[in-house]
């Protein structure tokens, strides 16, 4: 059963009070909070099992090493990855798209061609740019209408031979957009050899993924949006890929033999997982896979779609409120802007003096704010600790801004 008071009560940091008001926290796409069992277990690791993994033959470094490589089997079930040895411990999203884009520079050449989509995140854009700046590759961009939705006729006028690479996000963090990731796994696979890589950084809070059947070259998220610690993330690769492509950082423990003369590289995951990994943070991600696990993905994504709908519904009835995104499928996510209202940051900082936590700006999508022809919005977003009062405050509070900004 769902217990939305039982799920609140997980989450310590929830019961404070921001300027003098109740935390009314909606700034889940940026970070989520965290679970007390999630920070018990990343306690845990620094004042009973602190020790370097993998290569220790004490007591500690042992259970280090088995708490962790635990947790890398919890997120391989999580996303229904093959094998163990595909998931690859990061930082973060952001690392693993860098880490990707990096590993491919042998595999392409001048005007040949990667394609990313509008609504993209600057870390699935300006690593691609890097990428064509190394190589002479050139830039493709799936263009977007006035609902965020992209027009995927450009991507089949797109893909041809020339085509190496195919860079989406399951979920756009800006509106909340739900990109038709099948279809265009689909698509490309139809008409090109081209590598795929899904952002999921929005969608692995929400959605219950499934590499395999996804199909997709590389998938990568960060699980510091997904009830984890920050600095955590996961890059899924092929096997075959991995194996084929060049390592991304020299080091420590990515090694199987190391001289002046040469060096050779370990075997999955250790060839991409060069000097200390973030233990601790790492074991906690495994616990917030258990916690979603626990509360269920149908249940998180009923609440939350709930929460989307109603929050929604509420903002719409006041008049002058613009919602972006409004017709298209989203989840997660409400972005919107006040008529006459130029700027976002002023709503959000009434709206934080109310204890309502909102982020406002271009959240890293500037292309996305270009397009609309606005410099940023307020974006609400919800986790699955969020509540219908919580939105209730939140409009209350929209409603105040919109009279003291007027």
Request: glycine content about 8%; charged content about 20%; aromatic content about 8%.
């Amino acid at each position: 059963m769902f217990d939305i008071q039982e799920i609140r009560s997980q989450f310590s940091i929830l019961n404070q009070e921001v300027n003098g008001k109740p935390l009314v926290y909606l700034d889940n796409a940026a970070t989520s909070q965290k679970p007390d069992s999630v920070l018990q277990v990343w306690t845990k690791y620094y004042t009973e099992l602190n020790a370097n993994v993998h290569r220790g033959i004490h007591t500690l470094s042992q259970l280090a090493t088995e708490e962790m490589e635990l947790s890398r089997r919890k997120i391989q079930k999580f996303i229904n990855a093959k094998h163990d040895f595909e998931v690859i411990f990061t930082k973060g999203t952001t690392e693993g798209i860098n880490l990707i884009s990096y590993i491919l520079t042998s595999e392409l050449k001048k005007d040949d061609e990667i394609i990313i989509s509008h609504l993209e995140h600057h870390s699935n854009i300006v690593p691609w740019q890097l990428l064509c700046e190394r190589t002479g590759a050139k830039l493709k961009v799936i263009p977007m209408d006035e609902n965020g939705v992209l027009q995927l006729d450009f991507l089949d006028q797109f893909l041809s031979e020339k085509t190496k690479v195919v860079s989406v996000n399951q979920v756009s963090n800006a509106l909340g957009v739900v990109n038709p990731v099948d279809e265009i796994i689909a698509r490309t696979r139809a008409n090109s050899d081209a590598y795929i890589v899904i952002d999921g950084a929005q969608s692995a809070p929400h959605f219950q993924i499934d590499v395999q059947a996804l199909d997709c070259d590389f998938f990568v998220f960060s699980g510091h949006k997904m009830y984890a610690p920050m600095g955590t993330g996961i890059l899924y690769g092929k096997q075959n890929i991995l194996e084929k492509l060049p390592p991304f950082h020299g080091g420590g423990e990515m090694i199987a033999t190391c001289s002046f003369d040469g060096t050779t590289y370990a075997g999955l995951p250790f060839k991409y997982e060069a000097g200390t990994p973030n233990v601790g943070g790492n074991i906690a991600l495994g616990a917030a896979v258990d916690f979603i696990e626990k509360v269920g993905h149908q249940n998180i994504q009923n609440h939350e779609n709930a929460l989307l709908d109603y929050a929604q519904r509420k903002l719409l009835e006041i008049e002058g409120l613009k919602v972006y995104g409004e017709k298209a499928t989203r989840t997660g996510v409400v972005s919107f802007n006040l008529d006459g209202i130029g700027i976002s940051s002023d709503v959000g900082m009434i709206l934080d003096k109310m204890g309502v936590a909102v982020r406002t700006g271009h959240h890293c999508t500037q292309p996305i704010m270009s397009f609309l022809n606005i410099a940023g919005t307020v974006r609400a977003s919800f986790a699955v600790y969020n509540t219908f009062s919580e939105i209730d405050l939140l409009v209350e509070g929209v409603k105040k801004a919109k009279k003291m900004l007027a």
